[in-house]
Nanobody, 126 residues
């Protein structure tokens, strides 16, 4: 089992920045990939960013490219999401997800990930 705990959410004005963290514990050895998803009120959960552990390859949703950066600290089993130039449409609950095994599901698919955090709320005021 893997436990994921997100932190760093909050209220920020348009154009501001936040840094989300996701601390992983439990059976983290051999993590395959980790990602961030978000869900706005009344909308479906959507992919934001992901990173493949073995080679560090990163993936982003088009709307966040150039503004968000996903990174990791292997020693601390922690995933980060640096969010800059935030917009009101970035308002959502942000969820961390992890996969221990390789999968045919793409990195952008929620179905790839076996473990999920409870989320952290991000609100961007206009």
């Amino acid at each position: 089992q893997v436990q994921l705990v997100e932190s760093g959410g909050g209220l920020v004005q348009t154009g501001g920045s936040l840094r989300l963290s996701c601390a992983a514990s439990g059976r983290t050895f051999g993590t395959n990939s980790m990602g961030w998803f978000r869900q706005a009120p009344g909308k479906e959960r959507e992919f934001v960013a992901a990173i493949r552990w073995r080679d560090g390859n990163v993936y982003y949703q088009d709307s966040v490219k150039g503004r968000f950066t996903i990174s990791r600290d292997n020693a601390k089993n922690t995933l980060f999401l640096q969010m800059n130039s935030l917009k009101p449409e970035d308002t959502a609950d942000y969820y961390c997800a992890a996969s221990l095994f390789e999968s045919l599901a793409p990195m952008t698919s929620a179905g790839r990930y076996d473990y999920w955090g409870r989320g952290t709320q991000v609100t961007v005021s206009s």
